[in-house]
């Protein structure tokens, strides 16, 4: 099974800055199937970023992923209000698929 | 477009069982594989297996091998997924979600149901 480490656990920042998340894999993922996804309290999760860099339907630009083998990032440029969340990486390229254990994104 | 529509909150006994219905709509049913993916209670979430609804092929985690079945009834395009001899640590926001690529397991998940709370108490 493919262990994804998240860091850091709480980033806390202002609207207007920039966030860096990190997910590292335990073993590469085959294929860059990896993807990033944003869940507010309540809510499923909505995805952002697929095949490590692909932005889903509907995002906007200032979300941006990174990254292949064991080590990916998600980059959100410009924190605007509603991104502070809980986000999660998840790799779907060696069943089991696996997600991190997240990263709360939180107002500073 | 795609829906995914949920059964609603279960509470059940130690030791009972429990079946979560997942409703699609909007597409060919048969064309993508479902999932189901768990969380509790102030935890993240933890993939389960999938389903393909096309041949009734499935996959579990290993976690889960033994105590979750996954099933659906393509006459009426729903899945289900059901768990046996529950526990506390059953207790949780149970959520399916549809595979985005057509006819693939390892795949994103982009349309995802609005979950059902399962509580576990005796």
């Known amino acids: 099974e493919i262990v994804l480490t998240q860091s850091p656990g709480t980033l806390s920042l202002s609207p207007g800055e920039r966030a860096t998340l990190s997910c590292r894999a335990s073993?590469?993922?085959?294929?860059?199937?990896f993807a990033w996804y944003q869940q507010k309290v309540g809510q499923a999760p909505r995805v952002l970023i697929y095949?490590?860099?692909s932005r889903a339907t509907g995002i906007p630009d200032r979300f941006s992923g990174s990254g292949s083998g064991t080590d990916f990032t998600l980059t959100i440029s410009r924190l605007e209000p509603e991104d502070f969340a809980v986000y999660y990486c998840h790799q779907y390229g060696s069943p089991p698929y696996t997600f991190g254990q997240g990263t709360k994104l939180e107002i500073k | 477009q795609v829906q995914l529509v949920q059964s609603g909150a279960e509470v059940k006994k130690p030791g009972a069982s429990v079946k979560v219905s997942c409703k699609a709509s909007?597409?060919?049913?048969?064309?993508?594989?479902i999932f189901w993916v768990r969380q509790a209670p102030g935890q993240g979430l933890e993939w389960m297996g999938w389903i393909n609804p096309n041949s009734g092929g499935t996959n579990y985690a290993q976690k889960f091998q033994g105590w979750v079945t996954m099933t659906r009834d393509t006459s009426i395009t729903t899945a289900y997924m059901e768990l046996t001899s529950l526990t506390s640590d059953a207790t949780a926001v149970y959520y399916c979600?549809?595979?985005?690529?057509?006819?693939?397991?390892?795949?994103?998940?982009?349309?995802w149901g609005q979950g059902t709370l399962v509580t576990v108490s005796s």
């Open positions: 073993q590469s993922v085959s294929n860059i199937k």
């Open positions: 909007g597409y060919t049913f048969t064309g993508y594989y």
């Open positions: 095949a490590a860099s």
């Open positions: 979600a549809r595979g985005e690529t057509a006819g693939y397991s390892s795949t994103w998940l982009y349309h």
